[in-house]
């Protein structure tokens, strides 16, 4: 059975991407680089109930991600590879559960949980934050561990199933907080207009109550402790910020609520421009299993849409109930494929291709961002997706899981053609680990170091840190510092501004982009007033 497992055909696409990623594309900053320099810093200390970024409690996500990351250095020693094959392996774990969750829908249906895992490993978005560093498929994976009991105790096993569910939002709470409730509760709280036969309601709610309860009482076991051991300002974000405070304050944001659909069928490619796709979904009743999954995505996604604060990875816990819905849809029709099936994506990668071969004049501003990617895109890169959207475009598929896997192949073709272009062109950019090498030598002779405006932990797990950086705000506190601590180093990030003279800075580099940020000694600075004045109108 194991073996099996892993020579399923979206095991071996995962590895592709995951081996994709650790191979040619770094921790970037400052998401993955925060996430695992908090692992470290709470390794370090020794302290694994609260997070901590820069010597400060660190209460913007709980600790689950983190833990799964010590475990892996528990197991393997300290070390990067193993911290960025946490995520992936929930992401694997999400393919699994996504063809569990459409066999238990539809349980005489074998094609359904075969072309749900490929409908997702298709779509850029996903694939992308399947290499990723973050807590996104950990969110999602706690996501379909809850559905998956909602339906195990709609058929029945109710103990199970609630227990499951219980799980699925307790550590989905504890992998990113409390808009977990949001994923799992609008199948069960709306179980009336999918659930067939229809059981005792009473019974029903009395269920999803206590599974919402013993799941809260998961999360409280870490939060209420933690709560105490961090103070009381950590403790008010963690038990209120997290939650009504967040999403609150996130009214503030100025993304409109129609920002999601417009998103949606970008965020839906290839799957938007397929017509076997959309043919199949002509003439077809709703069942009870797509029932269950449009309510659990539409749902969630008008409350997301609701909320201002906006960020398109949100959506990605709905994307595994948005496929077997789709994959149902194909599976009732199986619908008879021809070579016009292929042409919408054999031309948008051959549209990627000439972007970068022939790439739009410009010296500034997007173009000549895209000018500079596609002058240092190896041509072999552009060569590879021009030839795969060229073969592509007429492939003659042979079946219904054959048209299906050339959208998955090609979207490989697609990630591997970025990230060896971004290995080309975007390494020296965004790979943090020369300047953090060079922060650690600094730390290493006991020197103190202070960093300009908010630090997000970019170095600490890269250097292996193990002092704080000083946070300076203002140029008066500053001046202040460089006096007092003459013998030690301040980073500095600025715009790009080929005006100022990096000439006596200890270190620089690009950082996330054109940006530089630098590393001066204090008494370098101290001597150069002029420079530091001009520096600091042009930093972020």
């Not at 896997?405 to 990630?415: I, P, S």
């Amino acid at each position: 059975m194991v073996a099996r497992f892993f020579l399923k055909d979206y095991v071996l696409i995962w590895l592709a991407l995951v081996l994709m990623g650790l191979l040619l594309r770094p921790l970037t900053p400052v998401d993955e680089t925060r996430a695992v320099s908090v692992a470290w810093e709470m390794w370090q200390r020794g302290d694994f109930l609260v997070p901590y970024l820069n010597g400060q409690p660190y209460s913007h996500k709980p600790p689950l991600l983190q833990w799964c990351i010590h475990l892996s250095w528990l197991l393997f020693g300290v070390n990067e590879w193993s911290a960025r094959l946490v995520a992936p392996l929930f992401a694997l774990g999400n393919l699994a559960l996504t063809a569990k969750l459409a066999r238990s829908l539809w349980p005489d249906d074998p094609y359904s949980p075969r072309l749900a895992p490929l409908l997702l490993l298709a779509m850029p978005l996903w694939a992308l934050w399947t290499t990723l560093t973050l807590y996104d498929m950990l969110t999602a994976f706690f996501t379909l561990l809850g559905l998956l009991g909602i339906v195990r105790a709609a058929q029945r096993e109710t103990r199970l199933g609630w227990a499951l569910a219980a799980l699925g939002i307790g550590l989905g709470a504890l992998s990113k907080g409390p808009a977990i409730l949001i994923m799992i509760l609008p199948p069960a709280l709306f179980a009336p207009w999918w659930l067939q036969p229809k059981p005792p309601w009473g019974r029903w709610y009395a269920g999803l109550a206590a599974a919402v309860l013993l799941g809260a009482l998961l999360a409280l076991a870490w939060a209420v402790p933690a709560g105490l051991a961090g103070g009381e300002e950590y403790r008010d974000m963690i038990l209120w910020g997290q939650s009504a405070g967040r999403i609150n304050n996130s009214f503030a944001h100025p993304l409109p609520f129609w920002w999601y659909c417009a998103l949606l069928p970008a965020l839906w490619l290839p799957w938007t421009f397929w017509p076997p796709l959309w043919c199949s979904a002509k003439g077809w009743p709703l069942d009870s299993g797509r029932r269950f999954c449009a309510v659990q995505a539409l749902f969630a996604l008008a409350i997301f849409s609701l909320i201002s604060g906006k960020r398109v990875h949100y959506l990605l816990p709905l994307f595994p109930a948005m496929a077997c819905f789709a994959a149902r849809v194909l599976s009732l029709a199986q619908p008879m494929l021809n070579r016009r099936d292929q042409v919408a994506v054999g031309l948008l990668l051959a549209a990627f291709a000439l972007a970068l071969l022939l790439p739009p004049p410009g010296t500034g501003g997007i173009r000549g961002e895209v000018a500079e990617i596609a002058k240092q895109t190896p041509l072999a890169a552009k060569l590879i997706l021009l030839a795969l959207g060229l073969v592509v475009l007429p492939w003659p598929a042979a079946s219904l899981a054959a048209g299906v896997r050339v959208q998955t192949l090609a979207m490989l073709g697609l990630m591997f053609t970025a990230h060896w272009a971004f290995r080309q062109a975007g390494w020296q950019y965004y790979a943090m680990q020369p300047f953090a090498d060079r922060l650690a030598q600094a730390e290493q002779t006991g020197a103190p170091i202070a960093h300009w405006r908010e630090y997000h932990g970019d170095f600490n797990f890269l250097g292996r840190l193990r002092r704080p950086l000083a946070e300076i705000f203002s140029q008066r506190a500053l001046l202040a510092w460089i006096s007092d601590h003459p013998d030690g180093y301040v980073v500095l990030l600025r715009r790009p501004d080929a005006t100022i003279d990096e000439e006596g800075a200890d270190f620089a580099q690009f950082y996330r982009g054109s940006r530089r940020i630098m590393l001066w000694q204090a008494a370098a600075l101290q001597a150069r007033p002029y420079t530091l004045e001009q520096m600091l109108r042009r930093t972020d």
